[in-house]
């Protein structure tokens, strides 16, 4: 079997030992082995079950919903527990489920492995995020039980402050959350800053990293806004404090400059790591250089800094002055700049590339037709004169799901399909894996394309009723839900059937050129048996590959014999 290649900075090549130490998975067994770890792998597949767990639960939420809206009136729940079901499914995928999922499960496991460094820097921290995660789920699953939630995920006053459900439970676990979410933040940061192997200059630092540091920075500085904002709100309720109960002398438009302060910025907390993902999968794929690096890890920092500024666009209906409107609207258009550098620069990495259509790639695909949608949609959102009499219909319904779902959720799959071999050391069948993207991206565009037209005619978000013109396009939502559900479940089952039924994994079995495909799979516990040195993440012309390990093997000599770009 061929051992495994490093490099230093000369052209010459370091033959490695092979691997006498077992894997993270065998290194130790038992509960507490896993309980008590501070291995960032551990971490990150205790974080993978525990999203995907939570993505579970609102997704059963979304199908109790969905088939409620089948017909006008009473389907199957009564209007109170529908809007408890909206309020949670809510409240649990953007908390639970899309602000940690990329971060917390894949960015523990890879990035550190991608930095070329054994952990992340606070590995006790790290441990702690997860916990406080648990911790944060713990109290919205008791609100679900202790009186439910009806105040939709974005806990608007004054009706969050004089509801009889369990504001103060949900309100306390998101203030939880948020401790969590600003750990990973730092322990990212400083990991960047600090732990990078030998030769990995700021410009050799894989995209995916690139992006996940720009969501930090974002969850270090907009996180504590909302922790502030929801510990108000539950004195309010608690002490009958006055702050944003009018009745009290409070101001309700107060709690939305502060929550949307937090919460635009969070938007890009859920999307810039699936835009990390992407700029990884393209390349990989495509086998081919990233087009543009400098302009694409630019701007990641980017939309970091322009989501501080635009959160006023939530608010263009609430009475705040026409001039501040206008400067939120102008604000919100800047931000399609970075976004259109990402997405004009994965299209020129394609160009002419030798495309293959592995799992990854088919959602890869799948997410630049859906963000684009999404994006695109937003700019109708963003105008005045369009987003009034847009506001509060389902057309803002679909603008966010398909930017959160199309974008965030398709992301994380094709990163779970492309590092899945490295962080199971298994394989998984490759057609149904394919089949499973393309029931998904199907069931997605039948599901909410039609809430666009909805939307336009008129058709306002979060009724439990609706007028009879509206019922045939419920129904082709609806029945899209439960097609989307099928591909999520396929899915989910080849993901399983690999860990049973799957072939060993090569090291490196996608031809990648950054670090973590440099080590075997899985890793070891340290993640490398030999000292990494950084290089160029995407000389994809200096990988070949080896049919005696069915997989692909660093040889610097090759870039002798073609350019880099």
Known sequence: MATDISTTPGSHTQPVPPQTEPDYLHVSSGFSSWAFTLDHKRIGIMYLIGVMAAFALGGVFALILRTELLTPGPTIISADWYNQMFTLHGAVMVFLFIIPSIPGALGNFVV???????????????????????????????????????????????????????????????????????????????????????????????????????????????????????????????????IFDPKMGGDPVLFQHFFWFYSHPAVYIMILPAMGIISELISTYSRRHIFGYRFIAFS?????????????????????????????????????????????????????????????????????????????????????????????????????????????????????????PKMTGKMYNEFWGQVSSVIVFLGFNLTFFPQFILGTRGMPRRYYNYVPEFQSLHVMSTVGAYVLGLGLTIALAVLIHSLMRGKKAPN??????????????????????????????????????????????????????????
């Open 112 to 242: 550190p492995i991608m930095l070329g460094t054994k952990d992340v820097a606070f590995p006790q921290m790290n441990l702690a995020s997860f916990y406080l995660w648990v911790g944060g789920a713990i109290f919205f699953v008791a609100a679900l039980l202790t009186g439910g939630l009806d105040t939709g995920w974005t806990f608007y006053t004054p009706y969050s402050t004089t509801t009889s459900t369990s504001v103060i439970a949900a309100t306390f676990g998101a203030f939880i959350l948020g401790f969590s979410s600003i750990f990973t933040g730092l322990n990212f940061i400083v990991t960047v800053h600090t732990m990078r192997a030998p030769g990995m200059s700021w410009f050799r630092i894989p995209l995916f990293v690139w992006a996940i540091y720009a969501t930090a920075i974002i969850q270090v500085l907009a996180t504590p806004v909302l922790g502030i904002t929801l510990l108000m709100l539950i004195a309010e309720r608690a002490l009958g404090l006055g």
């Open 300 to 420: 990641s920092v980017g939309l970091a800094l322009l989501g501080f500024l635009v959160w006023g666009h939530h608010m263009f209906t609430s009475g705040q002055s026409p001039a501040m409107s206008v400067i939120f609207s102008a604000l919100t258009f800047s931000v399609a700049i970075p976004s259109a550098v990402k997405v004009f620069n994965w299209l020129a990495t394609m160009y002419r590339g030798s495309i293959s259509l592995a799992t990854p790639m088919c959602y890869a695909l799948a997410f630049l037709f859906l963000f684009t949608i999404g994006g695109l949609t937003g700019l109708f959102l963003g105008t005045l004169v369009v987003d009034v009499p847009l506001h509060d219909t389902y057309f803002v319904v679909a603008h966010f799901h398909y930017v959160m779902m199309g974008g965030t959720l398709i992301a994380f799959l094709g990163g779970i399909f492309h590092w899945w």
């Open 508 to 565: 490196n079995p996608w031809g990648a050129a950054t670090l973590e495909w440099q080590t075997t799979s899985p890793p070891p516990l340290y993640n490398f048996n030999y000292e990494p040195v950084g290089r160029d993440p995407y000389a994809l012309h200096e990988m070949e590959y080896d049919a005696s390990i069915d997989g692909y093997k660093h040889n610097p000599e090759l870039a002798k014999l073609a350019p880099a770009h």
